[in-house]
């Protein structure tokens, strides 16, 4: 009996413990929240606004990018498709490339970082109410594809990162505010390639998901959502992969390590499209074992970012979430 009380008192003890040295790391050592905030919003103002897309699909700029890629489609090799295409999508969209040039399918992809002001965020299973809306950067993805003798644009998104996730980073001094443009760069492909395999996986399954990847010596802590990243009536919502916070490695439990355990293996280059079944094979099977449950309306890390409920300043919640 004396035994199990004194085991009990020193697990509340160094419970203590641990939430005094995470206060300390943070009043300490991290940057001032106020400051990191103003940062932050520096960083996200050099991003176009999403508008920007918007208004390049309702541009001749769309029109004549999309002509360039129907001249090309019955080259049996690419040649110069992206000399008639690439010249287009800019200067919204950016690094256009081939992913797929054969008979039964062509595909030209390009990339735009955007700064949504307020897009609306849903549970994954909802797309009717939105619970709140935040500001956030997403990865958009524009595809011109060809299958089965159907020409067609596509664009979607897989990945974001919200303001508060900016901040955490800038705060905890994962970068700077030069080195955080290409910071948010790596981070949201990485984002986008979880998303990929995680969403292609299981397409039916709309339950809440918190992930939680390596990164720079402790861990982003990201969540599966819904997003609308726009207010324009042809967006349907968009199931992303969502960049929330970043933890420290001093604020990881035993639990979060063993779910991230695998990942540099899981994630490793592709070495062509020969690799590519059993790489998103050991991907899938890595995120079932990293998954948790997950609800906006309950998680801490999402209330300090703008969700049901405001809290300013330092959570020392986070890093029990996810």
Same mark, same amino acid.
């Given at each position: ?24 790391? &943070? ?16 960083? #996200? ?21 999309? $002509? !360039?890629?129907? /001249? ?6 690419? !040649?110069? +498709? ?10 919204? =969209?950016?690094?256009?490339?081939? /992913? *797929? ?8 992809? @390009? ?6 002001? @307020?897009?609306? +965020? ?13 500001? @956030? ?15 067609? +644009?596509? #664009? ?8 508060? !996730? ?11 505010? &030069?080195?955080?443009?290409? &910071? ?10 979880? !998303? ?9 399954? *709309? ?15 990201? +969540? ?8 324009? $009536?042809?967006? /349907? ?27 540099? $293996?899981? =994630? ?55």
């Amino acid at each position: 009996m004396i035994d199990s009380y004194v085991e009990l008192l020193t697990t509340r003890l160094r419970r203590c413990q641990f939430l005094a040295e995470v206060n300390r790391i &943070e009043t300490e050592q991290f940057m001032d929240p106020s400051l990191a905030r103003g940062y932050a919003t520096s960083v #996200l103002a050099y991003y176009p606004d999403h508008s920007a897309i918007d208004e390049w699909l309702e541009s001749a700029r769309h029109i004549k990018a999309f $002509q !360039g890629f129907l /001249d090309s489609i019955r080259s049996k090799k690419p !040649g110069r +498709v992206l000399e008639r295409v690439g010249p287009w999508l800019a200067p919204v =969209f950016r690094d256009p490339r081939i /992913d *797929n040039w054969s008979r039964s399918e062509k595909m030209i992809r @390009a990339e735009a970082y955007a700064v949504s002001q @307020a897009s609306a +965020v849903f549970e994954l299973a909802q797309e009717e109410a939105p619970l709140f809306a935040e500001k @956030a950067v997403f990865l958009m993805n524009l595809v011109l594809l060809l299958t089965e003798s159907n020409p067609r +644009v596509c #664009l979607g998104c897989l990945a974001s990162i919200s303001h508060h !996730g900016v901040l955490r980073l800038l705060q905890r001094e994962v970068a700077t505010p &030069e080195t955080m443009r290409a &910071e948010i760069r790596a981070i949201l492909t990485l984002a986008q390639k979880v !998303g990929f395999v995680s969403f292609l996986s299981e397409p039916n399954n *709309n339950s809440g998901r918190g992930y939680l990847f390596p990164w720079r010596g402790g861990a982003l802590a990201a +969540v599966g959502m819904r997003v609308r990243p726009s207010s324009v $009536q042809r967006y /349907d919502t968009q199931r992303v992969v969502a960049i929330r916070t970043w933890l420290a490695p001093e604020m990881l439990s035993d639990r979060q390590r063993e779910r991230m355990f695998g990942f540099e $293996q899981a =994630f490793r280059p592709d070495k062509g499209l020969g690799e590519m079944g059993d790489l998103f094979d050991d991907r899938a099977k890595w995120l079932r074992g990293n998954l948790v449950p997950w609800s906006i309306l309950t998680d801490p890390i999402d209330k300090s970012a703008g969700g049901p409920t405001q809290i300013e300043g330092t959570n020392h919640k986070e890093h029990t979430a996810l």
